[in-house]
């Protein structure tokens, strides 16, 4: 709980400042760490934050399987949905501001998808538009 509250809090205060202009982004990340008081440690709350939130997540699911709460199958897919969201979340969280580094994550994450048997290579044509 005190990962996610963290979290949400950091962010909240990192967006006053952030810019969304793809030409202006870094610029606005930059100003926060050096020109806004302890800008620098919100920041890397932040960041910090979300990888320990995930490890944290990871270590959670490593004690279901230990404990074979995957036996309890409604339990365990609601959880799978959860994770998904988070996931979802983060990417959007990642991906969105970056401007040209959207295009990167964007490409790493949906050509996952070309894992996929049968239908994998169909969905990262779908989501690219005819191209994979």
């Avoid at 205060?13 to 202009?21: Q, S």
């Avoid at 709460?69 to 897919?77: C, G, Q, R």
């Amino acid at each position: 709980g005190i990962c996610l509250i963290t979290q949400i809090i950091t962010g909240l205060l990192l967006a006053t400042h952030y810019t969304a202009d793809t030409t202006l982004a870094f610029s606005s990340v930059a100003h926060t760490c050096r020109n806004v008081q302890y800008g620098w440690l919100i920041r890397n709350l932040h960041a910090n934050g979300a990888s320990f939130f995930f490890i944290c997540i990871y270590l959670h699911i490593g004690r279901g399987f230990y404990y074979g709460s995957y036996l309890f199958k409604e339990t365990w897919n609601t959880g799978i949905i959860l994770l998904l969201t988070l996931m979802a979340t983060a990417f959007v969280g990642y991906v969105l501001p970056w401007g040209q580094m959207s295009f990167w994550g964007a490409t790493v994450i949906t050509n996952l998808f070309s894992a996929l048997p049968y239908i994998g290579q169909t969905i990262v044509e779908w989501a690219w538009g005819g191209f994979s």
